[in-house]
């Protein structure tokens, strides 16, 4: 009998093949871009949990009584060694780590490569596997590196490289080889090995190359590590957090013990909580936005089933006439909805594989294939398509079953009124939610213009910037100052600067600077950039005041500042000419005040313009940065022509250089992937919704066919039998716009409250949404009644 139902069912879609194939495609495509949003949280959430003992292991967050005073996510060096020392009890391992960039040379092969410094403990500690070399003895040796297995690819374009040397610099422009003692597998994905969102580490060192990096895993005083430790099973953390409270108190210097407090956040958790959320806001954005477009699949699915199957009637009293059973006709439509949606959800695992390279693009992360979910995964979508199958057959299958015999045969269904006001309200429901996303769209997109546009403060346009080879000491920032002047002076290029930043984010801690002569309690933590002279003219940063440090690099520029106007007014100046020749102190050291410059974001604009310092090259001799204002032109030209000078001056330092757009892209990642997400799920909203519109028409004018003869017998224009059903169904669409736009007025109010400089919300996304949406549906309208209505008359009429 069921292999019946099956034979039947088949047979009923492939007569019915636009109609089949309109909601199969509808339903797919809402389970298919369910499936890739669903991937990308997934993936999301196993951030760290595929981690030797994940459950026990744990990041050392600081939580500053001022929060200026350090990042939130580096500690006090000696505090996890401690712990393991001193509570053996609670901890039972520790890794602390400093990531860095540096140059790294095989033969002719010059690239910059993110690294990072930490204790031998990393392999075991974690888990992490060596495809090559022993894991028990590879980071112990001196001079030894674990590399990953991309970075043993590119340098010997091949993985077996365990015993081979890579060439590395130092901060001071010295080389030292290192020999490869083990390359990684490859690892899940964590928090462990990432720099960033999109900056994975690539080569691992033991402590003993602190020195040669210049960095500090030790002490009390060095709070610029990034520590994790594993808990000892069964260990309470809060006793941990109460033991480093403890050994602060007791070893660390007073201002720390006085201002800092340790956390101890969990790894498996870490990922969705850091940057105050951020990932876990868009993984429940993208969530949200998933899940409607699935029920707005659904419900078209379910719409049109209910409206087809109206039109069986007749099939149905004959059936029941020769004897056919009320749960046989149940068990036909219930079996034709499940293996349509079993064919859509077929279709969506299709769509899944064919769309999950774009998808990568568009999210910026690699979403899983089928094959990496967990096995359970199988059943899931044949149990949603049995459950979807059900919803959409049971309705007309219990109504139409129900009728009696003679009213089947005559094609009359009593609840007709009643089932149109129940699909009109689903339709309803989609346009609301199609509505929404589609003003959420509009709004995400202008908040992301704002990000990219010209009042940045600054100006942004043909602004080149390249990593620098470093060399900090006197003789090798001298070197770097005679090698940016020789560049200035090329054809293609307006000016040259030399720093330790750029303006896509802080990079140096704040540090507290106060006028001369007041109480150093009064401070104000200031932002501090290492710049040359030339730094202004190249950003474009107007100065409102006084000069930028000497047009000549000169000695006494050591103990002048340049600070912004928000700084000026901080410190108590009512305009920037007042602070010009005024002595203040930063961090202990009295220094003079030379320019003024305007107001600019360092940085995203999730978070107000700040107080910026600009101190001189003397001031500290470190450096990054080349940053080059092009001329307007060829620009491939100019960039060759760069490239070419720099191989001349810099003939083993790798020119990987990047247009400041893309250091604006790197502030505004979660951004930019929500607004094309955002545009993706328009697209499919109007589709489906413009679906549930057909399916809704077609069973209106298939049930008033009579009536358009009639009309027309009577002398009713097709222009008049058009606006009567313009007017039936625009009114679902007035009646869903008014309640989705304050809906989509408090959900988008609520998500520019996370950013300090934000658009204010006009009409005008509003009424465009809205109104690209009454003109689709009005045109799908006309088109549907038109047919109906230019129809014979006569051959609607003879049937009755």
Avoid at 136 to 158: C, D, E, H, N, W
Avoid at 186 to 209: H, V, Y
Wanted: proline share 4%; net charge positive; hydrophobic share 45%.
């Amino acid at each position: 009998m069921l292999k019946n139902y099956f034979k039947i069912a088949w047979r009923n879609l492939w007569r019915n093949k636009a109609f089949s194939l309109i909601n199969i495609l509808g339903l797919s495509a809402g389970i298919a871009f369910t499936l890739l949003i669903g991937a990308y949280v997934w993936g999301e959430l196993q951030v760290n949990h595929q981690l030797k003992d994940a459950d026990n292991q744990y990041l050392i967050q600081s939580n500053w009584k001022d929060p200026d005073m350090d990042d939130v996510s580096s500690n006090i060096g000696q505090l996890s060694i401690a712990l393991r020392q001193n509570y053996p009890n609670l901890v039972a391992n520790y890794y602390n780590s400093a990531p860095a960039v540096t140059n790294v040379s095989k033969g002719d092969k010059h690239f910059r490569e993110s690294l990072q410094v930490g204790d031998s403990t990393l392999l075991n500690m974690y888990g992490f596997k060596l495809l090559y070399g022993d894991a028990r003895t590879a980071l112990i040796q001196p001079f030894s590196v674990v590399i990953t297995t991309p970075m043993a690819l590119k340098y010997f374009g091949k993985t077996d490289v365990v015993g081979q040397t890579l060439n590395f610099e130092d901060f001071k422009g010295n080389n030292h080889d290192y020999t490869i003692t083990g390359v990684l597998a490859d690892m899940p994905r964590n928090t462990i090995c990432e720099a960033g969102a999109n900056d994975k580490l690539s080569c691992f060192f033991n402590a003993s190359t602190t020195t040669f990096f210049s960095r500090n895993l030790t002490g009390w005083e060095s709070s610029y590590t990034i520590d994790h430790i594993e808990l000892q099973k069964g260990a309470d953390p809060k006793q941990v957090e109460q033991a480093m409270l403890s050994l602060l108190r007791k070893n660390a210097p007073d201002d720390v013990v006085k201002n800092l407090t340790p956390k101890l956040v969990p790894l498996k958790t870490y990922n969705m909580e850091a940057n105050n959320g951020l990932v876990k806001k868009m993984t429940w954005t993208l969530s949200c936005i998933a899940f409607f477009i699935l029920v707005m699949a659904v419900i078209n699915f379910v719409n049109i089933c209910i409206g087809r199957s109206s039109g069986r009637m007749k099939e149905m009293g004959i059936r029941k006439v020769i004897g056919g059973l009320r749960k046989q006709l149940v068990w036909q439509f219930l079996v034709e909805s499940v293996l349509m949606v079993m064919v859509a959800t077929v279709l969506a695992l299709g769509i899944y594989i064919l769309a999950r390279p774009w998808f990568n693009d568009v999210l910026g992360d690699n979403i899983a294939s089928l094959l990496n979910f967990p096995v359970y995964f199988i059943a899931v979508p044949f149990v949603f398509a049995l459950i979807v199958g059900v919803i959409a057959g049971i309705y007309p299958a219990l109504v139409l079953s129900a009728l009696k015999s003679i009213d089947s045969l005559k094609g009359k269904l009593g609840s007709v009124k009643e089932s149109v006001l129940f699909r009109k309200t689903l339709v309803a429901f989609q346009f609301v939610t199609a509505a929404i996303v589609f003003i959420g769209a509009i709004i995400i997109s202008q908040q992301v213009n704002l990000f990219f546009s010209s009042n940045l403060g600054y100006n942004k346009d043909y602004v080149v910037y390249a990593q620098l080879p470093r060399d900090w000491t006197e003789k090798g920032v001298k070197r770097m100052g005679n090698i940016r002047d020789e560049m200035a002076l090329m054809p293609q290029v307006s000016s040259v600067s030399l720093s330790f930043e750029i303006p896509d984010a802080p990079n140096s801690d704040k540090m507290p600077i106060g006028r001369q002569g007041t109480n150093p309690a009064q401070a104000i933590a200031t932002q501090t950039l290492i710049t040359d002279y030339h730094y202004a003219n190249v950003y474009g940063i107007p100065l409102k005041a006084g000069t930028f440090f000497n047009p000549v690099n000169h000695a006494d520029d050591s103990d002048r500042l340049v600070i912004n106007e928000t700084e000026s007014k901080a410190l108590g100046w009512a305009s920037p000419q007042d602070a010009i020749g005024q002595k203040v102190v930063m961090a202990g050291t009295n220094y003079t005040v030379s320019g003024v410059v305007a107001d600019f974001h360092l940085g995203s604009m999730h978070d107000k313009i700040g107080p910026v310092t600009f101190a001189s090259m003397h001031y500290s001799n470190i450096y990054r940065y080349f940053s080059f204002k092009v001329k307007p032109g060829n620009m491939p030209a100019s960039i060759a022509a760069l490239q070419q000078k720099w191989a001349q001056v810099l003939p083993n330092a790798p020119f990987e250089y990047h247009f400041m757009d893309d250091a604006l892209n790197g502030l505004y990642v979660n951004e930019i992937q929500l607004k094309k997400a955002a545009y993706l799920a328009t697209i499919l909203a109007i589709v489906i919704v413009s679906l549930g519109v057909l399916g809704l028409i077609s069973l209106s004018i298939q049930k008033r066919t009579k009536e358009i003869g009639i009309r027309k017998v009577l002398g009713s224009s097709v222009a008049g039998i058009t606006a009567l059903f313009l007017k039936d169904f625009l009114s679902v669409v007035i009646v869903a716009g008014l309640i989705a736009c304050p809906l989509a007025w408090l959900i988008m109010q609520n998500w520019l409250n996370d950013y300090a400089y934000r658009i204010n919300i006009s009409v005008s996304p509003f009424i465009f949404s809205i109104a690209m949406l009454t003109c689709v549906t009005a045109f799908l309208i006309i088109v549907q009644t038109m047919k109906a209505a230019f129809a014979n008359p006569v051959k609607s009429l003879r049937n009755e």
